[in-house]
């Protein structure tokens, strides 16, 4: 990577580590270097002249945000629940206001209009007014503070030739002390405070800290020269965020963090950030060669016509308009044929999103609309253990079977969930990731979401399950094929069970277009009983306790368990904690062995369809043996598929 503008000479690449990896080596911005940038006229961070080609939707709705009245300053709030509904609360008024300034002044330099530049002048002045120190405090709530901080910059840098030197410094005098809580040591009193970026030398992954660190990046070059903590800001910030901008996956473009996070961070900072900066410092970050395959990550695992996301806080909400502007904001930036496929078939964008007002747009009806010719229908993603295998990637009504066995392990937003599974068909989600993402740390969110049980998974003894919350739940992908008539992926999560277990492999085989088999060898030093887990939206049909149907929205699921120790599949409709507010009700279905073992071997059919496929299996020389489709398929005591 190399900077036009010349400001940082990094060493090594600039894409991200492996989890647990430190800082990458910076070198310190010259001074020269330094001095051009704080000579660099306002605004810094956009091109004017680029927004013209954006004037019509952004004088769209411009009139109407302009005559909003202005926000009342939010309060605090104390107690657990009340808190969490005034932190939300904060948050939704902060983040409002943000977008209205940032778009009135995107307007005023798209369209001229000098009604809009006096309204984006009033919101900007009025919001310098809420107290750093209150509810909008870094202390008290890091991410409305950073919007507000973030928002002050970008009209201080956008419009300053339009403030008196009087406005500039009272936006100056609101923005230094937020920017100084979060360049503060981390403390009890000041618990997100990023220590000037070193933080990340210590501990790469936080994930409200890496968008802090992105934003201040942006806040701090729009700023150098102001004053010196804004000098010492990009010293110290810049090169580190210039670095390794995220710490959630390496080159291949992944994001373990789940695909909630993947949407709210990379499409609300990250991909905004890297636009500032290449105007700012001449710096393309989308040409790392993390950014080049997140287009990838994000249409084999949030494909178009998906019922929801995967894997972590979040999977179960569904944002298609966020996942559409997405799919166009990164192929406005970094077209390939697979982009345009994918931003070509998502539909509902917010055309006044930064990410799209500040990319160069497309005509997005002359962009092809198939799935390029030759395009797997399946990917394995090593730097975050994630598996995806479609029927046919290009087909919205598609059967998808995602699988994941990840280095990053629950830590964060992640779950523990290792060697679970996901299955989707026909726009509609089958077996499912149970539970709901009421707040962060809440007590449904500790003792069941977060919670092995709580996944397509193997858990022990009436549902003890992976270590959570912490890097160390690790699995790994030990093996994936991908051919054109069965793809398997086999992942060994042992190392998640902490030492409660000594084998914990799974086997996939999923056969187009609509049956999978699952194969789980296990293993303790102690006699267990060992469960084999099942999710859904909806009360599922037991057959004699072997066998379940699944039915959502006139689309089937069956489950035939083929081999298994003595047990019964039983089922309910219970959480054990469950989640403030009102949700739907789930259903969870476990196969419990009836005795302890040390030892166990489940082989499950799963049909897509229930079309009832005629199957046999038995074992073979030490090795379980399933005919199916008029293939043999063959596991052996690692857990590893063999097909013929």
């Known amino acids: 990577m190399c900077a036009a503008f010349g400001l940082v000479l990094l060493t090594g690449s600039a894409g991200a580590q492996a989890p647990g990896a430190g800082q990458q080596e910076r070198r310190p911005v010259s001074p020269v270097l330094f001095d051009r940038l704080k000579a660099k006229p306002h605004p810094r961070t956009v091109t004017p002249a680029s927004l013209r080609e954006h004037a019509s939707v952004l004088a769209s709705g411009a009139t109407t945000e302009a005559q909003s009245p202005l926000p009342s300053e939010p309060i605090p709030a104390a107690g657990e629940h009340a808190k969490h509904r005034a932190m939300q609360e904060i948050q939704n008024a902060s983040f409002a206001e943000e977008g209205r300034i940032l778009r009135l002044a995107l307007a005023w330099h798209a ?23 209150g509810a909008t405090s870094f202390r008290h709530h890091d991410q409305s503070a950073r919007a507000v901080g973030w928002a002050l910059t970008l009209a201080y840098d956008w419009l300053h030739d339009a403030f008196t030197p ?13 920017v100084a809580d979060m360049l503060a040591p981390s403390s009890l009193d000041n618990p997100y405070g990023l220590d000037m970026g070193r933080k990340f030398d210590r501990r790469a992954h936080d994930s409200h800290g890496e968008v802090t660190l992105a934003r201040l990046a942006v806040m701090c070059t729009a700023l150098a020269g102001e004053d010196p903590l804004f000098d010492v800001c990009v010293e110290e910030v810049v090169p580190r965020y210039l670095a390794r901008p995220l710490s959630w996956g390496g080159e291949e473009g992944g994001f373990a963090n789940g695909t909630a996070y993947a949407q709210w961070d990379v499409l609300y900072t990250h991909f905004v950030v890297w636009h500032l900066l290449q105007n700012a410092l001449g710096v393309d970050l989308g040409q790392q060669a993390w950014a080049q395959g997140y287009g990838r990550f994000i249409a084999y695992f949030l494909p178009p016509g998906a019922p929801t996301g995967l894997f972590g806080d979040g999977a179960e909400k569904v944002f298609r308009n966020v996942w559409a502007t997405q799919a166009r904001a990164y192929a ?4 390939s044929p697979l982009a345009d496929w994918y931003a070509r078939n998502q539909f509902g964008e917010d055309p006044l999103h930064l990410a799209l007002l500040l990319a160069l747009p497309r005509d997005w009806n002359a962009v092809p609309g198939a799935l390029p010719a030759g395009t797997p229908h399946a990917v394995h993603l090593a730097d975050i253990g994630w598996v995806a295998m ?6 919205r009504a598609r059967t998808s079977v995602y699988f994941k066995s990840s280095p990053y392990g629950s830590y964060n937003h992640s779950h523990a969930d290792q060697n679970g599974f996901v299955i989707h ?5 089958l077996a499912i990731d149970s539970g709901y993402y009421d707040y962060y740390s809440s007590p449904h969110w500790k003792d069941w979401y977060k919670q092995t049980r709580a996944h397509n998974a193997i858990t022990f003894d009436g549902g003890q399950g992976q270590m959570h919350d912490t890097m160390a739940a690790k699995g790994r992908i030990t093996q994936f094929q991908n051919g054109a008539q ?14 409660t277990l000594k084998r914990a492999v799974r086997s996939l085989v999923y056969v187009r277009p609509d049956m999978l088999l699952v194969f789980d060898d296990l293993a303790s030093d102690i006699p267990r009983t060992w469960e084999w887990n099942l999710h859904a939206l909806s009360r599922m049909k037991e057959y004699a306790g072997q066998a379940l149907e699944i039915e959502q929205d006139a689309v089937r699921l069956c489950v035939r368990m083929l081999a298994a120790p003595e047990g019964a599949f039983t089922q309910t409709d219970r959480f054990s904690a469950g989640p403030q507010g009102e949700y739907p009700t789930q259903w969870h279905a476990r196969y419990a062995t009836r005795h302890k073992t040390a030892e166990a071997q489940f082989v499950a059919l799963v049909e897509v369809g229930c079309g009832g496929t005629e199957v046999a299996s038995r074992r073979e020389a030490g090795r379980q043996v399933v005919l199916l489709a008029g293939r043999r398929f063959e596991f052996d005591g690692n857990g590893v598929a063999v097909l013929r």
Not at 112 to 127: E, F, N, S, V
Not at 486 to 499: I, K, M
């Open 486 to 499: 069965a793809d398997l992926a086999s992942g060994d999560a042992t190392e998640a069970y902490g030492r």
């Open 390 to 395: 479609h029927s046919d990637l290009g087909d």
């Open 425 to 429: 068909a026909r726009g509609r989600a």
């Open 166 to 178: 009087e406005e500039r410094a009272r936006l100056l005098s609101a923005i230094r002390p937020r």
């Open 111 to 133: 369209t001229g209009d000098a009604d809009l530049l006096k309204a984006a002048k009033l919101r900007a002045l009025h919001l310098a007014g809420w107290s750093p120190a």
């Open 332 to 335: 406005a930036h970094l077209p």
